[in-house]
């Protein structure tokens, strides 16, 4: 048996959740690959196009599997919906890879685990779900890293401004993307997210086109790759377990972002950046701790309810 079935088989074997931490990982240095590449590839090309050539190449990626899998998988009938979760993910895109064209890796990852903050209040605000006094402290905590983070004492950085609005059109996407998830699978709003922004992310990039080089669309065919590849291993790992059990496991992306910021670009990650980091972090993962235990406990109230209107109901006479 060769090393790569030997792995292949002790994967399958091994539990649930040991599987999506181990895939949640793997996404998490692919997601930071990318971003050296998007940085690296923006000191030639304006960002707009990178982001062009990301989602082109996203979708070449997916197109083996659609085949594989028939025209039957883009049918649907939310297509409005689909199309508003690309217009929201294609701004939170530009100004991401525009943020990490100016601003350093680690600081640029620790401010984009500030989604999900965004998102609960996202929820509260516009879905009405009711909030307790520990998910907001833990809210608190975690605009409290966003602002340790941006150090507005030292003044204004744009690049992480800008990490800050992708990070709260990212939340209402990930609103989008939960309203999707009840009827849509996770390749069909991938694929669909790919074929809405290539084509509307080629308007802006158009406005500051030039021509890569031969090699430079090597490494824009890598990025697309990594960037779709990273984020359908993401979409397995909370298939195969809680999102509880491997969230923690997505802080590696700010310990590559440090380490790659480092060798790559020789920046050293800023004290602030870490301990805010954390905090925003730490404030993510109890949200999402919190809303899984609600979740679970609304599902046995649920369960309990129709067992004892089923226990109340008449027997039919034999």
Not at 248 to 259: E, G, I, K, Y
């Amino acid at each position: 048996m060769s090393i790569f079935r030997r792995l292949r088989h002790a994967y399958r074997q091994a539990p649930g959740t040991l599987r999506g931490m181990l895939l949640i990982a793997a996404a998490s240095f692919g997601f930071s690959v990318m971003h050296v590449l998007i940085r690296l590839l923006s000191s030639d090309l304006h960002p707009f196009e990178v982001a062009f050539f990301r989602n082109l190449f996203g979708v070449v990626v997916l197109l083996p599997v659609l085949a594989r899998s028939g025209l039957g998988v883009l049918r649907t009938g939310r297509l409005p919906l689909h199309a508003l979760r690309s217009a929201l993910g294609l701004a939170a895109m530009l100004l991401f890879f525009t943020a990490l064209s100016r601003t350093g890796l680690p600081k640029v990852t620790a401010m984009s685990f500030t989604a999900p903050l965004f998102a609960t209040v996202g929820a509260v605000l516009v879905l009405r779900e009711k909030i307790h006094l520990r998910r907001v402290a833990a809210l608190l905590i975690g605009f409290l890293g966003t602002l340790i983070v941006m150090r507005p004492d030292a003044g204004i950085d744009s690049g992480v401004v800008m990490v800050l609005a992708s990070s709260a059109l990212w939340a209402i996407a990930l609103l989008t993307i939960k309203a999707l998830s009840h009827t849509e699978s996770s390749f069909a709003v991938t694929l669909y997210t790919g074929l809405f922004m290539a084509p509307l992310s080629l308007v802006p990039a158009s406005f500051v086109w030039s021509w890569p080089s031969g090699r430079e669309y090597l490494w824009l065919a890598l990025m697309g790759t990594i960037g779709t590849l990273s984020q359908l291993v993401m979409t397995q790992a909370f298939r195969e377990a809680d999102a509880t059990a491997v969230l923690p496991v997505d802080f590696t992306r700010l310990l590559w972002a440090s380490a790659f910021g480092v060798l790559v670009f020789g920046e050293a990650p800023e004290l602030a950046t870490l301990a805010g980091g954390t905090l925003i972090f730490v404030s993510t993962t109890y949200i999402t701790y919190r809303e899984a235990q609600v979740a679970r406990a609304s599902r046995r109230e649920a369960a309990a309810r129709a067992a004892a209107e089923r226990a109340t109901q008449p027997v039919p006479p034999p």
